[in-house]
């Protein structure tokens, strides 16, 4: 039995990282720990039993409070977003935006993919160098972001804009990034309604028109269809771009593994799955306890405590994964970097399918790709991803 008390990880410290050796070391003494945002699960199967344990509920809603953030714009929407909601409101939201999202619904979109990938690629393949996160990792999911929601791609460099700035409601420096989140926000939700106010007098074949459609037919209110447009907006567009720029961070760093992914362009797919299981850009997933309950080895929570599942910490478990090491050709057990249960990632399809063609593409037309610095990166704790991530490779020409 375990008896040494569990560490202390001081996840609101922007300095932490999820993924150095504190975490590694309290993973080794006991599969839980305490920190800065509640508790925290550190191996694999005690977080994969956390994720279906009915006596927790996803527990993100208190995220603003536990920042010091108690009213306001930001504030009031998050807890109307999807990641906050329960039950029967978080069931009728989610069964209204599942179609668009949908396995089968993405498939004929990867074709676009493919192209809009090669297309950002001839951008910059003559000249050798590319900042990752402005010409490629922004771009691509932004725009495959407008077209799967209906908006006009042309308008994907400020909707991109927005995305960021809401983004940093994701990290650890939330409270001096406030000003920026709510600026966002308010630019978000005012596009949103004009983009609303046009399907309505001109409904197309697109996410939006459908959503107006089920709010006109009393299925969700008028409040509502705004809170989730701006929430798919930027959720779909951040936590991809972001993920992209650790793909490449992951990848060049096993220049082995890189080579093979250009060789095989069908280890895509797998290779986003080990990209996410040992740097994922979702770095904790957060449950809140319903009761009282004692999970045992000293760990007992009172109603409403929270619990932070690592992802890195679970992903990289000896105990789980024998070899933890990184190999696209290995499946390894469920990764966290989706979420779990009733709230695990809408996106999911969206975000494999779309990165599962653009790590091929780029380490096809960028094989000996290395990186150009140490790059900018925001904090290791919270969601994080590249700020500026410049790559250098040998020069190649334009295929279009």
Known sequence: METRSPRFLDLADPAFDVTGPDVIDAREESWWARTSYGYAVLRHAEVTALLKDRRFRQGNAQWPAQNGITSGLFSDWWHKVLLSLEGQDHLRLRRLLNPAFKQSAITPMVPGFTALAHELVDGFSERGSVELVKEFAEPYSSRILCRLVGLPESEWVQVAHWADDLGKCFGVRIKEDLPRIEAALEGLYGYCDE???????????????????????????????????????????????????????????????????????????????????????VTWITREALADVDLGDGLVLKEGDVVQVLSHSAGTD???????????????????????????????????????????????????ARPDGLGEWLPMSGNTGAIRYPIAFTPTPRLG
């Open 195 to 281: 983009v609303v106010r046009d399907r309505t007098a001109h409904p197309r074949d697109d996410l939006v028109s459908d959503l107006v459609r089920n709010q006109q037919e009393g299925r969700l209110s008028r409040e509502e269809l705004s809170v989730a447009l701006v929430f798919l907006v930027f959720a779909g567009m951040e936590t991809t771009r972001n993920q992209i720029t650790l793909a490449l961070r992951t990848l060049l760093a096993h220049p082995d593994q890189w080579r093979l992914l250009a060789e095989r362009p069908e280890l895509g797919r797998n290779a986003v799955e080990e990209v996410m299981r040992v740097n994922p850009t």
């Open 318 to 368: 000896p105990r789980s994964h024998p070899d933890p090491s990184f190999d696209i050709t290995v499946e390894h057990p469920m990764h966290m970097g989706f979420g779990g249960g009733v709230h695990h990632c809408l996106g999911h399809w969206v975000a494999r399918m779309d990165m599962a063609v653009a790590l091929p593409v780029l380490a096809a037309r960028m094989p000996d």
